[in-house]
């Protein structure tokens, strides 16, 4: 769940300023707000009071009633919407705040991915009651879903059992892979698109290109179990 919460975020939010404007000047102040700007947490938060720099990618303003305005903003994950409201009301010039937020968007997943409490209660029942695991299929999604927007690389099937048990992946196991850098979160899959791990590039991938051994990938989280693939390492007594 860390590696999903840490991506971008996208809100419907309702902003209420706290006085008369005129609409197209307000759109031209509010874009103002689009790229990098530094924020300090408000006082109300479960995190320290300390000036951060967040992006915020887009905003759009979906509609407007006297002194509401409704905004669909996408941003940095960690990005305060209700910080957002009151800066632009002190930009505005007379002040503003947030009066309801909506998140539609982590990372990949949407609201389209949503499912009721409900539905997932009822999908179970009838997986374990009823030997149906229709509605549970409907429900699941690959775990390999999550890895969406991490960079992939892709192991040799002689490399994945070691992986699973914590080994660093070197260059030799890998066969294949998209473009990151040092330090990024990298998705390390079988040839079958099987996740295997989640880790921290060691080195970038330019210089992957000449590299014959080495440490390339130390894994964070094993996701898959252990001896799924044959062994061809030695464990040491």
Known sequence: ?????????????????????????????????????????????SVKRRTRKKKIYDIEILDTD??????R????????????????G???????????LRRIRSG???????????????????WKNCKDESDLRKILLPMEYATCGMPKILI??????????GAMLTAPGI?????????????????????VAIGEADVDSQKLVDMKKGVVVKPKRVLMPRDIYPRSWKKHE
């Open 1 to 45: 769940m860390s590696y999903i919460s840490s991506s971008g975020k996208e809100y419907v939010c309702l902003m209420q300023v706290h006085c008369d404007f005129n609409i197209d000047e307000l759109k031209q102040l509010i874009s103002k707000f689009i790229g990098i700007i530094y924020q300090k947490p408000p006082v109300r938060s």
């Open 66 to 71: 006297k002194r509401f305005i409704l905004l």
């Open 73 to 88: 903003i996408s941003s940095d994950p960690g990005t305060y919407m209700r910080k957002l409201c009151h800066d632009i």
């Open 90 to 100: 002190v930009i505005l010039g007379c002040g503003a705040h947030m009066r309801e």
């Open 108 to 126: 990949i997943f949407t609201e389209k991915n949503l499912v009721t409490l409900q539905e997932i209660s009822e999908a179970l029942y009838m």
């Open 156 to 165: 040799d099937d002689n490399a994945v059992d070691a992986i699973s048990y």
């Open 175 to 195: 066969v294949a892979y998209q473009r990151f850098r040092v330090k990024d979160t990298v998705a390390i899959l079988t040839l079958k698109g099987e996740l």
